[in-house]
Each structure stands twice: as C-alpha cells, then as structure tokens.
C-alpha cells in the first residue's frame, strides 16, 4: 500500500510539472506571437440592410503560427487570460484596429467605425480605458470610430469597476456594444445602468430564422425593444437572403456575416471595399 502511495505521489508530482513546462512553453509561444508580429487582423464588413452599404468593421483576431497555419481566437483566448496574457494580446488588438483604420480613412476608404471584442479578464486586469485613450492619441483616430464590443456576461462578471470604466469609455466618445444578446444570464437592468449604445443580436437567434417561430418573435422583441431604448442593432451570423430579407422587415437595420463576407485578412478587407464603393 505504501508502494501504490508513493507511486501516485509520483505520477501527481510528475503531472504538475509536465503541466506548469506546458504552460511555460505555451507562454513563451504566445509572447513571440504578441512580439513578433504573428497575430494578425481580420475583419468582417457590416451593412445597412436598406441598401447595402457599408456601416462598420469589426476586427477579429488570428494567430499566424509558423507551424499551425492560421489559429482561431477560441483557441488561445482562453489560453492566453489563464497565462495572464491577455492583456497583451488585447493591447496589440485595440492599437493594429485603430492604425489600420486610420490608414484607411486617410486613404479615401469609406469612414467607418471598426469594433474590437474585450473579454472580462481585460477589464480586471487593465485599465481599459486608459489603454484606450493612449491608442487613440497615438494613432490619431477619432474617438467615434471606435466601437468596443463586450458580453453581457463581462457586464456581470467585473465588478464594480465596470460601470466607472463604461463611463470613461463614453466619456472618451468610443461607442459600446453588447455582444451575443440574449445568450447571457442577466437581467435588462444593466441596459439602464450602464451607458450602451448597441446591441448585436446574437448568431443562434438569426440562424433559426425565418423557419423557427420562437426565433423570429425574439429576434422582432429584440429589434422593437431596441428602437424603443434608441439603440443601435446588428444582427450576426447572417448566412442566407431570406435572413437578411427577414432582418430588413423586422427594421433590423444592420446585418453581419458569412452571406455579406468572411472576416478578411486587411489586404482582402480594402479589395472588398474597392469594389463596394463603385457599385
Ligand atoms: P464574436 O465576437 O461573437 O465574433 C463572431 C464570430 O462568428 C467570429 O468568429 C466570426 O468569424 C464568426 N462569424 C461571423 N459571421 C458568421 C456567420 O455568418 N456564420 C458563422 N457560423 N460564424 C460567423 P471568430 O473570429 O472565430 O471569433 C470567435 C470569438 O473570439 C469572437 O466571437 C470573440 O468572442 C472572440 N474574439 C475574437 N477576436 C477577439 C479579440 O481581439 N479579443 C477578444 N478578447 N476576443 C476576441
Ligand atoms: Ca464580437
Ligand atoms: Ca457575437
Ligand atoms: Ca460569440
């Protein structure tokens, strides 16, 4: 017995320290991405469902990795807020979104905001606010152009905090989104606590669309609640016309996804701009 309990002791021991190497190396991985230039950009075009024109971007992040190829923010989101990383990751976000927005503008591309995601971990472990504000000196983009997309579960997740941060956001001119609507568990109350100015319908709602009745009814109370609260709505995960058609009768007035576009790399993001400005 007393083999069997040294053995265990062993293997626990044994595990611990494969675990901690394992995140030691991943750390490492993830700060030459954040340092070396690996994480990139894309972003998904959102349009007025009247008539097609464009409204906005919101920036999604990928990990370039050399081996890998192209990873997904689900991947190593997660990852990099257990490796106390996220705040890098969500730093080089919000700078790259603002620069290259800019660059467009300049340019003579369409001048549309571009929204960026934060997680909860980002509001707890940064001044959010501040980083925001530094971004936006430094790149010389207008405040306005900025949307920050953030969950209901963030809302409830951070504290005390959040309202104060929400309100400098504002008090900056960035516009704030709630993200995946209707998904979360919390009251409406926060919608009159904190200073929001958007809600995106989320992707599992729009999908069941127009076939599932429950679906639509909620997508329509969604859509009559928010031209009631005076908020702006998105609705995403739009993947079909008869969506999109749906969206438009139910005065859903902007629409993101697959059907519109992919979420593009910044090259492919400024050729599908091209082509939209001479339609
Ligand atoms: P999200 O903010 O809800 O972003 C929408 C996700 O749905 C994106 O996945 C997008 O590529 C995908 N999508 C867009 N249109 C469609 C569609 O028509 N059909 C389907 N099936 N999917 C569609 P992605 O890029 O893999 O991002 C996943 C999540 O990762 C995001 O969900 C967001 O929560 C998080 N994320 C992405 N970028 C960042 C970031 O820079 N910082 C943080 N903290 N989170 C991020
Ligand atoms: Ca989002
Ligand atoms: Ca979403
Ligand atoms: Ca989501």
Known sequence: AKDIGRRSFQFYTSTLESRSTRMLMQEQLLRRAVEQGELELHY??????ADGT????EALVRWRHPQRGLVYPNEFIGLAEDLGMISEVGRWVLREACRQVKVWQDAGF?????AINLSAQEFLQRDVARDVAEALWETGLEARYLHIELTESTLMQSGGQMSDTLHA???LGVSLAIDDFGTGYSSLAYLRRHPIDKLKIDRSFVTDVPRDADATAIVNAIVQMS???HLQIVAEG???QEQLDLLRSLHCTTAQGYLIS???PADQTQAWMSQHLHK
């Not at 998904?44 to 469902?49: G, K, Y």
């Open 44 to 49: 998904q075009p959102q349009i007025a469902t």
């Open 110 to 114: 369409p001048v549309v905001p571009v």
């Open 169 to 171: 956001l504002k008090a």
């Open 238 to 240: 739009v993947e079909t």
């Open 262 to 264: 992919r979420p593009l």
């Open 54 to 57: 464009l409204t906005g971007l």
């Open 227 to 229: 031209h009631s609260l």
